[in-house]
């Protein structure tokens, strides 16, 4: 029998699978709805915790509450006015509607039933990717390109790798980018006492919808903006984050991590990613369990990357070409 297992299962009306480690106490459930993690559960002393802060059941899977989780592609976060222009050419994401109600937000496969095309485990790891061609002109609104988009998820000895993969097959060059937005609930009392530490030495400024600012005027010095300073190990207090950072310190492997302890269980998280920013959220403005997770989201690019000429190669892919995305979660402690 292999060290690591992989199999099937159901939530409801719902297809997901399950990878494990029984030789750590490691076991998480993805959806194929939006290949969307479900839950991650860890050893903590003589049981175990979930540490995933996701969807609880299939209705909150259909409905997609606070986006628990979230495959975002082909952009992530937010796209001002749900308008961009690329390559000259203007595109309106909700043509149609005006005022407050426009807004484009984290992509468009969160609703989508991706395909399951490789399930396995071996001694070394438990893996599962799911595809889909769900991304093609004239389905969703003002993105007329075609992407072809994976997600694997690989559980081994150190923890959970994601790797997303997106592949132009249209004709002519597209934006897209990646992120990921998962909540992380490491204890039952308020996040206050958790601690928290982000690599950064930059802080990305946003105006009031959290849109970063124009410009250089976006980027501010971490010593500008010390109550946002987590450079260093520090308890997040009453500090409400919805906050981007960039200019993220590598280790020496080559992943910027970014930690959460509880210091109450002693149990403490690392999300790592080899580029891109990541966003913090203390979960204020959720529809349930207000401050009870920290959102911890690495994404590819900046909210409004298609707006932005400073990310414009970042999010550039040319007709034929692919773009790999690679970002994971370890389990430090205990």
Do not use: K
């Not at 250089?216 to 520090?234: G, I, K």
Request: hydrophobic share 40%.
């Amino acid at each position: 029998m292999a060290q690591f297992l992989a199999e099937r299962g159901r939530l409801g009306a719902h297809e997901i699978v399950a990878l494990a480690d029984p030789a750590r106490g490691r076991r998480l459930r993805i959806a194929r709805r939006g290949a969307t993690l479900l839950s991650f559960d860890v050893a903590v002393g003589e049981g175990s915790r979930d540490i995933a802060d996701g969807y609880r059941d299939a209705g909150e899977l259909d409905t997609r509450p606070s986006s628990r989780f979230a495959v975002m592609a082909p952009f992530a976060n937010r796209i001002h006015d749900a308008r961009c222009v690329f390559d000259g050419a203007p595109h309106d994401f909700q043509p149609g509607v005006e005022g407050a109600s426009r807004a484009a937000r984290h992509g468009f496969v969160r609703g989508v039933d991706f395909e399951i095309t490789q399930l396995s485990a071996d001694d070394s790891a438990a893996r599962v990717t799911f595809t889909t061609q769900a991304i093609r002109p004239g389905v969703h609104p003002g993105y007329p390109y075609a992407i072809d988009l994976s997600v694997t998820y690989t559980l081994d000895a150190s923890g959970l790798t994601l790797e997303a993969v997106m592949r132009n097959v249209g004709q002519q060059a597209a934006p897209c980018f990646f992120g990921w937005h998962p909540y992380f609930r490491l204890g039952d009392g308020p996040i206050d006492r958790w601690e928290l530490q982000v690599p950064a030495d930059t802080v990305v400024r946003t105006d009031a919808d959290f849109i970063p600012l124009p410009g250089d005027a976006a980027r501010v010095p971490m010593a500008q903006e010390p109550s946002l300073d987590f450079r260093q190990l520090q308890p997040i207090g009453a500090r409400e984050l919805n906050v981007a950072y960039t200019d993220l310190v590598a280790d020496a492997d080559g992943r910027a991590r970014t930690r959460l302890r509880d210091p109450d269980s002693g149990l403490a998280i690392a999300v790592w990613q080899r580029s891109g920013v990541m966003l913090a959220f203390t979960a204020d403005t959720v529809t349930r369990d207000v401050r009870r997770s920290v959102a911890l989201e690495p994404m590819e690019s900046w909210a409004d990357a298609f707006n932005r000429p400073d990310c414009a190669a970042a999010i550039r892919l040319e007709a034929g070409a692919e773009r790999r995305y690679t970002c994971g979660v370890e389990i430090e402690s205990p």
